[in-house]
């Protein structure tokens, strides 16, 4: 059964903008664009609306969702500490399924019958959408243009929009596929395809190079309430403004600058460079507060949970029971990160020189090498033998079989 109203995931970016004429084209339908402001700047967002109805849109629906994204996404993010594959901090995944879940809303509101996308056959991005359309509204029909058309690359996408007149930005020569908001920037293709090749000087754009970074290093103190940033240098703010500023800090000083080799969700190892200076500083800093404030059985077995986090919001399950119970558990665990770390930054460089919490668990009369009545060092002797009774048995039962 052909659907009668589409609403389309809109960027205003190549996939997207040939979408619309495309299901106008092959589906007699009309199309509801949806897009969600998450940060990714007024560069993207000018003229989206003039330029999705110019291109067949009858509606257009654009929300600032930036708070939403920074409160309810990114700050969960950090606090579970999730990074995928030793590098990954999550920018474009943990983005997909706030602004589907604001599609679907759209969708119902207007009376859609069908929802589409503009990912494409081979990315994670589709799992992630079609998962939360399952989760939110699995009466609607789902259509896939890249897993459907006989557009096979981009660029035969780029010729398909020349030829029905939509204006893009993308050519043949500058063919990097890049998606932003305010935690992060991708870039993916064009020379990153091949892992041999090194990352082109000129795909960077939020960060500076560490070599033109400035000559002088710079302290900045993040502050944290149960997990959460509060503040920058003293200064509160909102989450969108600490994240802003963290960005432009962190951007000056070469920091948050990554390549990498990842496992696509769909089975696949792919190449991408990535910049998130503000939240690189932010992880850095939350690892620093929790290392003093959490006792070593939870801050261990809350590494390993963060690691399950981590491939759960990068493999799109965000709207799951499972995903819900362990924010639970790192809701819990934040109780008393609560405290202040200074970081030291310098030419891509980041180093703690101060961390404060009225939550620390670090006992100068304990840790220090001084000797006090707070820790008698003759009970290490009995703590050792039992620790290390099972190694002993074992290795005199070895000596008598030989």
Excluded at 282 to 311: P, S
């Amino acid at each position: 059964m052909r659907p009668k109203k589409v609403a389309l995931a809109y960027s205003g970016g190549l996939d997207t903008s040939i979408i619309i004429p495309w299901l106008k084209e092959n589906y007699q339908c009309e199309v509801v664009a949806v897009c969600g402001d998450i940060g990714q700047g007024d560069d993207e967002l000018k003229g989206l609306e003039k330029k999705a109805r110019k291109t067949g849109a009858s509606e257009v629906h654009v929300a600032d969702m930036r708070e939403e994204f920074v409160s309810e996404y990114l700050w969960r993010l950090v606090r579970s500490g999730a990074v995928y594959e030793h590098k990954y901090l999550l920018g474009t995944s943990v983005a997909r399924p706030l602004l589907a879940k604001r599609q679907v809303e759209v969708a119902l509101k207007t009376g859609c019958d069908a929802l589409s996308h503009g990912c494409t056959g081979k990315g994670n991005d589709q799992v992630r959408f079609e998962l939360t359309y399952k989760a939110l509204a699995p009466q609607l029909q789902v259509i896939a243009p890249w897993r459907e058309w006989n557009i096979v690359s981009r660029e035969d996408a780029i010729d398909y929009a020349a030829k029905h007149n939509v204006p893009i930005s993308q050519t043949t020569k500058k063919i990097y596929s890049r998606d932003r908001n305010i935690w992060h920037i991708s870039h993916e293709g064009g020379a990153l395809e091949n892992p041999a090749n090194a990352a082109p000087d000129e795909i960077w754009m939020l960060t500076r190079s560490p070599k033109d970074a400035p000559d002088k290093p710079v302290d900045v103190t993040i502050g944290f309430e149960k997990g959460r940033p509060v503040s920058v240098n003293g200064k509160r703010s909102s989450g969108v403004k600490l994240l802003e500023t963290l960005n432009k800090i962190g951007g000056e000083h070469g920091i948050g600058r990554i390549d990498l080799v990842e496992n696509r969700f769909v089975g696949m190892k792919s190449r991408g460079c990535y910049e998130t200076p503000g939240g690189t500083l932010i992880l850095a800093a939350h690892r620093e507060l929790e290392a003093l404030t959490l006792d070593r059985n939870t801050l261990h077995y809350k590494q390993k949970l963060a690691l399950d986090y981590a491939e759960m919001v990068y493999n799109g399950l965000w709207f799951t029971p499972l995903r819900e119970a362990l924010d639970s558990f790192f809701e819990a665990t934040s109780e008393t990160t609560t405290g202040e770390i200074t970081l030291r930054l310098y030419k891509g460089n980041i180093q703690p020189v101060s961390r404060k919490s009225p939550y620390s668990l670090y006992s100068l009369n304990i840790a220090s090498f001084t000797m006090g009545a707070e820790y008698d060092q003759k009970d290490a002797q009995g703590f050792i033998n039992l620790v290390g009774l099972p190694i002993r048995v074992r290795a005199m039962a070895a000596s008598k079989r030989k």
